[in-house]
């Protein structure tokens, strides 16, 4: 195990042992900037959700999250509640249906995370490039192919 390995090891096992700390504070932050999601903290399952919606030319777009430092990978799970978007690797969906927002091993800071309230503007960014997406057939937006 190299040192950055170690140090990030470190750094997750921190959050992990002070989770609620950790959960309370995204939860403000986000709180303080987008009054149109609605957060809780699920003490039971150790996560932040929240619900909201989201209007962009006349169409409004629930989205729901869950953000947690115990799940593998990324810690945010954060998807937009409508049946009539249906998976593709082109749209920058994971199979869960969750929003591909960022990769999460070239876009995340050495050592640090992605707070949540930096990603919440990348929800609407997704969405106005969905758009997009289904009206030219190719996603304008910078990627990362899957």
Known sequence: MNLITALEASRISEIKKNWFVFLNTEKSLVEKHFEWLDLKILTNKKILFGKG????????YDIELYYSPFFNFRYDR??????????????????DMTLCLYHPLI??????????????????EWIIL?????????????EIKH
């Not at 969905?130 to 910078?142: D, F, I, T």
């Open 53 to 60: 919606t989201l209007y962009f030319k006349n169409k409004s």
């Open 130 to 142: 969905y758009e997009k997406y289904k009206q030219y057939g190719v996603w304008l937006g910078k």
């Open 78 to 95: 954060i998807s937009i509640k409508d049946k009539s978007i249906k998976y593709s690797d082109a749209i920058h969906l994971y199979k």
């Open 107 to 124: 876009d995340k800071p050495l050592l640090r995370g992605i707070p949540l309230y930096k990603m919440i503007p990348w929800i609407i």
